[in-house]
């Protein structure tokens, strides 16, 4: 079981750090992800982490902008958010793939957390 939060009302060029609880399975042996969905479009990929944090990749129009990181002692995943647009308003999810490679398509991964709103002002 995956739950997500952090996320808030916040305007353009601030932050934010979205948090990714895992209980109920070994953290440490799934690739995490975040993806969002923004209001009338479908979910895509934003980052994902490998098991041991040793590879991170990003989507495009994030590149630069956001990190992704884990801790594996406290089944965590966070997703840390710097100069926010207003393009980034949507709702965040994580979610886990038990495969070990990254991969950024939605039905690769096997659990998903319930989503935390960002809005970002202009």
């Known amino acids: 079981q995956l739950q997500a939060f952090g996320g808030g009302l916040v305007q353009a060029g601030g932050s934010l750090r979205l948090s990714c609880a895992a209980s109920?399975?070994?953290?440490?042996?799934?690739?995490m992800g975040w993806f969002r969905q923004a209001v009338g479009k479908g979910r895509e990929f934003v980052a994902a982490?490998?098991?041991?944090?040793?590879?991170?990749y990003y989507a495009d129009s994030v590149k630069g902008r956001f990190t992704i990181s884990r801790d594996n002692a406290k089944n965590t995943v966070y997703l840390q958010m710097n100069s926010l647009k207003p393009d980034d308003t949507a709702v965040y999810y994580c979610?886990?793939?038990?495969?070990?490679?990254?991969?950024?398509?939605?039905?690769?991964?096997?659990?998903w957390g319930q989503g935390t709103e960002v809005t970002v002002s202009s």
């Open positions: 982490i490998s098991r041991g944090s040793g590879s991170t």
């Open positions: 979610a886990a793939d038990w495969n070990p490679g990254i991969v950024t398509t939605v039905r690769a991964y096997d659990l």
């Open positions: 109920g399975q070994i953290f440490n042996r799934y690739v």
